[in-house]
């Protein structure tokens, strides 16, 4: 028997970079919070105490502020593409470089050029992988979008065991806080628009969708989005259920028509699937 | 020398409630996170375990379900109001009933009736306060706005000691996550409209401001909501100083002409003030 | 009308600094996030951006750093003495200077003279104030000290309204995530040793009380330790009542004789009270 | 070019649970947060809203407290063997089922039978899966485990590029929250007491290691675990470096011989592996 290194990645988290970019009196800002890696067969390291391999994930934040100033991305997904370009580039003996942007979502104070706040509490996520041998792998998606509708969503008809005792239901609240992320099958995409027209088919569907379950309005927007967007080809997505459960208040001589619930954090039902397009046949 | 009983206060914090307002096909929700409490001579309780003039927390509870059902509040402030007016009247023991409420941001999805997200991440605040003998005081406000302004702020002619090495600046950022509280003097007002007026005073005079210090600021931020809302007494503002670092790039070769940041938590900057209306002479 | 500052304060949070004291091979670590702030009269620079009397926080900053390396302080409260003694001397303009410090509860790993763990989740606390006339205020404290019995907890005899469901108890679990402060009345203290013997009485007697409310211990606690430790004129006690309910397994043909509970963290009751030494017929 | 479902799985998570055991006078407490889940071919459900193969999230949490009571399980890898032997049984379209426990770190206070609080900020973990044809994986761990080493570490020799500015040193800090995980190769075994051995290997090898890189210390104390405790297959460790950073103070005519450092959240180095047990030749 003996000991051996497995699969292992190291490199840098949460190297943050804010980038104001302006145009005469117009500003934009981009705020990033960076994180990258490097895999490959670093045993030497790891075993013997042999640095000579090790870029220092020093040097790598370095990197992102370096690139940040030198580079014209007009989106995370290209500023992402251009550092795991670099990393693959500068250490031959990494087998993959990988980078995930968090962007945060700051708007412009209505009326002012260079005067910002936050635009909703959700983040916009990219994940991008290059191997040494080329190939590319290009996912966005976004974090923390409360999402919560007040009709449309039932539950009911559902297996019932000796320990079940939650009641059927044809009106509900249905409240999520969904991630999402999707792969890119193309090159040279204009990746900001592309976003728009994704969360446009998710969010619209998660509204309009008659909901017998989490799982099958999961599964609806899912397809809604793979359907209107041909550059991608898989969407993943994780929706807790934030339950909000109805208050008896009949103790109170009252009664509760759908109408006082209390939200919850915890317990909370977990839902999630890859939806992905498909060859017939395959 | 004895050992006494000082200020106390008791009551229940994090109760949520969630309010479904459906007016046809329109919905409207209203989600709240409710902490209510109560003061005044309550010695036998803390020194010999007399509960007798103890209404449990778990009432406390169910009466912010009980009348959320029952009130028709227009805000949250009304609701508040009708909170602490049961609890003065329902325990005679009570000196004070206060009640503080956070305001989760909901907003209709574009184009849907009963669909909803998160308009931002900014939470309204409002905290009321109740006496025996009839003292009330509502103050209101919202935690957790994102400010952000990349021209008009310097920072120069401050104070020097042996421990200064800051560079003094005429173009830096600005940000902040900025945390307000306004007193209302007058009562039967309409909080929705006033909330509206006074974050908009707030708001637009951070963006405008020709910044020499994040106090100046803050204190013209304070006045301009005074001077444009008649209702309110004072203005408390906390505002941060959410340091956005620039990043020296010389030792890559590359100028930073500031167009990149370090955007940072801690160490920050801490600056509070409360300004107030006051009769001349005063 | 006026428009007028009131009270005001400015400072720098978060500021971490890590201490190593090495005695031979026995290494000593003192982990410390101060804030460090100002008040007085600083309407100049609020109404008019006149920075001349604002010493930067960043200057703040350097010497909190500065003067860990300078002083030999023995305690976290001498250490804060130290530096508002520094800021009431170089800030004319400064009414009174405060500084709160929270330290990491770092402790030795057995057998080893120079490698840290974590002893508990309990951080301690002290915060201190300086007047310019020379009001001194010690106040020492911790948060996040959990605590939970398993016996001698009830809850009964108490207030009983139409919108009350409590069931009486005489045998709960009774949980609490407690913070204390404590205020010190003399000069010249050892901190270390006054700390252990207040957090020894604290405990203890949570944990021997016969509770008849939160209350009842809350105030039992105080006491022991204005009892056991002259040093100390009051003490102030916040201890949320975190909850765990019995769960009702009737419905699955099983009894619960209190041996299984929910832990939940909203709503919570919150509870808190400051408990002082005074003189009698004062 | 068609739609599919990919990977999917859907559960309940949060569902804490404390169980007491009272033998006489003495009490012994457990708290575990658990997750449970199922993953098959749910298709029928997330196509076409069919829920007659579905079971409730609320029954899976139900299955929890009902079997915390019945259950007379010695360690959280038990209790969770029989949550997932349970699912399976009862989950006939399920492929297999999966628990994570994650266990509140109590201890009784000294002195006291039944009176706790937290040993530590260390959390220990279990994840366990059971598929349809009976092949059990179980894999234990902790999350939140801060180490800190102050001797005995050095980072030197590494690659540098144009972008590398980090000074090389033989004395540095060296501080973690670490995260681990090991496979469990046996049956039948004493959960508990491999624990305590398993952390005995990875926290003293942390702290006895002469540390070239976090890389080497990572493989020096997972090759230790593996070295010491046959029943484990393989162990996970995520160790990221939060950096204390040695400050610069001569710009105040102060020396700083390895004494004050800022320990920093962000940005930090990432480091993971996994380090297994191999038949040599494999």
Request: proline share 3%; hydrophobic share 40%.
């Amino acid at each position: 028997m003996a000991i051996v290194l497995g699969e292992n990645r190291y490199g840098k988290s949460r190297v943050r970079v804010m980038k104001v970019r302006r145009e005469g009196a117009r500003h934009e800002i981009f705020e990033w919070n960076v994180e990258v890696w490097l895999t490959g067969d670093f045993r030497s390291c790891f075993e013997d105490g042999d640095n000579s391999q090790i870029l220092p994930t020093d040097t790598m934040k370095n990197t992102v502020y370096s690139l940040a100033r030198a580079c014209s991305a007009a989106s995370m997904e290209e500023f992402g593409i251009e550092l795991v370009t670099h990393f693959i580039a500068t250490n031959p003996h990494a087998q993959s470089a990988g980078v995930r942007i968090v962007s945060t979502p700051w708007k412009h104070i209505d009326g002012f050029a260079d005067a910002f706040t936050h635009a909703s509490d959700k983040y916009d996520t990219t994940t991008i992988t290059l191997s040494r041998d080329g190939i590319r792998s290009v996912s966005s998606g976004f974090e923390k979008l409360w999402l919560l509708k007040t009709a449309k969503s039932a539950f009911a008809g559902y297996m019932k065991d000796r320990l079940t005792t939650l009641k059927e239901t044809h009106d509900r609240l249905f409240g999520t806080l969904a991630t999402a992320e999707w792969r890119y099958s193309g090159t040279d995409l204009d990746y900001n628009a592309l976003r728009q027209r994704i969360e446009w088919a998710l969010v619209t569907t998660f509204a309009a969708h008659d909901s017998l379950s989490v799982q099958q309005t999961l599964y609806a927007m899912a397809k809604a989005a793979l359907e209107q967007v041909n550059e991608i080809a898989d969407v993943h997505l994780v929706m807790p259920n934030k339950h909000c459960n109805l208050i008896d208040l009949s103790p109170f001589g009252q009664d509760n028509p759908n109408e006082i619930f209390v939200p919850t954090d915890e317990p909370h039902g977990s839902i999630e699937a890859r939806v992905s397009r498909s060859a017939i046949g395959s």
